[in-house]
Nanobody, 121 residues
Framework: QVQLVESGGDLVQPGGSLRLSCAAS????????MGWYRQAQGKERELVAV???????NYADSVKGRFTISRDNVQNTVYLQMNSLKPEDTAVYYC???????????????WGQGTQVTVSS
């Protein structure tokens, strides 16, 4: 089994910054893609940003230029630096990882429990 634990969510004023972290632990033989998703109240979960083990990234249009995803492959940790935050960024942010956990030939997708980000004055 693999656990993903997020941290860093908080209440922040518009224009402020936050850094989210997500650490993966457990039976890990390798992680390909790691990413961040978010779900605002009453809305579906949506992709925020993803990063491959080689560092290739992809972002939702709504966060391009404001958010930066990065990862530490040794620590199995992914980060999301969020700048110029807007009220519409308010959501629960979930970490996601595509993990080779030894259970089979294919990677297994794991999710964290979520961390609340609230942008409000």
């Amino acid at each position: 089994q693999v656990q993903l634990v997020e941290s860093g969510g908080d209440l922040v004023q518009p224009g402020g910054s936050l850094r989210l972290s997500c650490a993966a632990s457990g039976n890990i033989f390798g992680i390909n893609v790691m990413g961040w998703y978010r779900q605002a109240q009453g809305k579906e979960r949506e992709l925020v940003a993803v990063i491959t083990s080689r560092g290739s990234t992809n972002y939702a249009d709504s966060v391009k230029g404001r958010f930066t995803i990065s990862r530490d492959n040794v620590q199995n940790t992914v980060y999301l630096q969020m700048n110029s935050l807007k009220p519409e960024d308010t959501a629960v942010y979930y970490c996601n990882a595509d993990v080779m956990d030894g259970s089979g030939w294919l990677p297994v997708i794991y999710w964290g429990q979520g961390t609340q980000v609230t942008v409000s004055s």
